[in-house]
Structures are given as C-alpha cells and as structure tokens.
C-alpha cells in the first residue's frame, strides 16, 4: 500500500474581483503494483493525474471521538511532467482496474 497527500490548485472566479488560488488537499491511497509504482516513482512536487473512488475511513480517536477521513482510491494514475522540465507527458500510466 502507498499513502500520498495530493494538492490541487485552480482558479475560483469571484464576482468582480481577479481570480483567486483555490487550493485542496486529499489523501490517496494506492494498492498493489500501483502502489509499487508510486513508491518508485512519486516525488514532492511532481505532477499527477490519478482517477478513483472515494472511501470513507473512519475510526475512534485516543479519546473515544468518531474520526472519519475521505479518501481516494487510486484505481488509474497518470504521472505528468511540467513543459520543460521533461519533454514529454505522460512518464507512466497505470490502471489498476483491469489487473487483479
């Protein structure tokens, strides 16, 4: 299994004003040889297209509380690389939904 933090960036029009960075974070979770893959391969800073499910992750905390933590469930992951920095696109893809 790799577990990866994932941050996606666009711009949020707001009326009348300049667009402005709207940025999220979401844990990814892969299995099997995607997984393999992305811990060859992922680095800080790199690009990635990654397609899945979610998942809900819940459990208690050391107090007792529900604790839940949406998820994805990478099932298809293409690695991109910025214009200039490689040359080309894609590094890899990989789709875990047709391999068992």
Do not use: K
């Amino acid at each position: 299994v790799a577990c990866f933090g994932l941050a996606v960036t666009r711009l949020a029009a707001v009326s009348g004003q300049r667009p402005q960075r709207d940025t999220q974070c979401f844990s990814v979770v892969a299995w099997r040889e995607l997984a393999e893959l992305c811990a060859q391969d992922l680095h800080p800073g790199l690009w990635v297209y990654v397609e899945g499910r979610l998942h809900n992750h819940t459990w208690r905390d050391a107090l007792g509380r529900p604790m839940v933590r949406t998820e994805v469930i990478a099932e298809r992951m293409v690695v991109l690389e910025r214009e200039g920095l490689g040359g080309h696109e894609a590094h890899y893809e990989f789709d875990s939904m047709w391999r068992e």
